[in-house]
């Protein structure tokens, strides 16, 4: 009877036991589905705000932050992009007023491994129609990449790809720069936005970062007394790849802000692929060399940067009487102040007046047969301020004085310089 009662005793410790244990057992269950709710709750929240709601948007390699998206997601699809809309008033009648869609593009990138990265931007310009009488499609790629991230002294970027040169052409989303149009300098002797094929080598080295390319050449057939070597461009269309060109790109920051650089690009210009490019009788053909120098100063609330560069073209004689500049020069300076960083209240929102002054030549020496045409020597003077309501979103308005070197009065027609022209400009831009 003794041992039936310690028998039974034992019974009773050991489901009471097995019951504490198992006790446990679903309590550890139960925090684990805890928290797998919460974490299923975040990424359901996550979903719901969406997948852009809060990136960091910082620049990669000189790449504008949106374009930089790619670069700071952990795998897979990255979608950005941004939209600027524009609105020029001309102060002569003789030039008709003028508002556009002026840029709306999509970045698409993807991320396969920590190493390996693909980007591509596609550019609708002009409301994706770009001529209003003849409905001229205005839809390109404008740059399309594979990114191969080795170190940080040595990376291999290939495919159609931005040139780094000055400050706008790879850096130049709305909401990074200031004015509603991009600077002259920037576009007439720099043709921003410029992008070849090719392969480029870039890294660092404590402070100082450079990027060397090895890409395709230009369209000497093409280029213009207006614009320069801007028409030359060749859009990864069907390319004439027996020119070629390289360029090196040096920039260093000595001190946190600070940065100074500058590039310097040599190419061959010939025709264009195709049957009437290739039966050209009188091809243009030639070496370009472009270079630049450049600084800027971002302290506190104060920003200031400068830049000067110069071209030429070592021709044949089918440059000659074209009116096209055998010799460039363009300078600018400007500076802007974000008056409301001082004030407590002010996070996320920027009010910056700035100022751009600008001086440059198409026409600084000529081939033969031509002489300088002082149209083309001209100043641009650019007043205004840029309102940020958020980060990543911008209103601009600005006034520009312009003049040249031509004694002809101001206006657009036989006799007159449209280049004298002055403009007040309103713009909005997002990137996202």
Known sequence: MKTMRMALVFAGLFLFSVSQVMGEEREDELTEIKRQIEVLTEEVENLRLGAVAEPEYASYTGLGPAASKVYGIERGLSIGGYGELAYANYQHDSKKDMADIYRFILYTGYKFSDRIVMNTELEFEHAGIGN???????TTVEFMYLDFMLNSLFNIR???MLMPVGFINEYHEPTVYYGVFRPDVETNIIPTTWSEVGVMIYGSVGELSYKTAFVNGLRGDLFKKSS?????????A???????????????SPLPGVTIGGTYYQGLAGSGKGKDADDMTQPREGTVTLWELHGEARIKALEVRGLYTQGSIDGNEWFNSTGIGKKVRGWYVESACDVLSILPLS?????????????YDLNDDVFYGDTPDRTLQR???????????????VVKMDYQWRDSGSTMPSGKGTGMDDGKIDQFNAGIGFIF
């Open 132 to 138: 209003v009488e003849n409905r001229k499609a205005e």
């Open 228 to 236: 320069w070597i801007r028409g030359g461009r060749q859009k990864a």
């Open 379 to 393: 100043t641009v003077t650019t007043v205004g301020v840029s309102f940020k309501p958020h980060p990543n979103v």
């Open 158 to 160: 290939a495919g159609y």
């Open 238 to 252: 069907k390319v004439n790849a027996d020119v070629g060109a390289w360029l090196v790109n040096l920039n260093y």
């Open 347 to 359: 996070e996320g929102i920027a009010l910056s007046p700035f100022v751009r002054y600008e001086d």
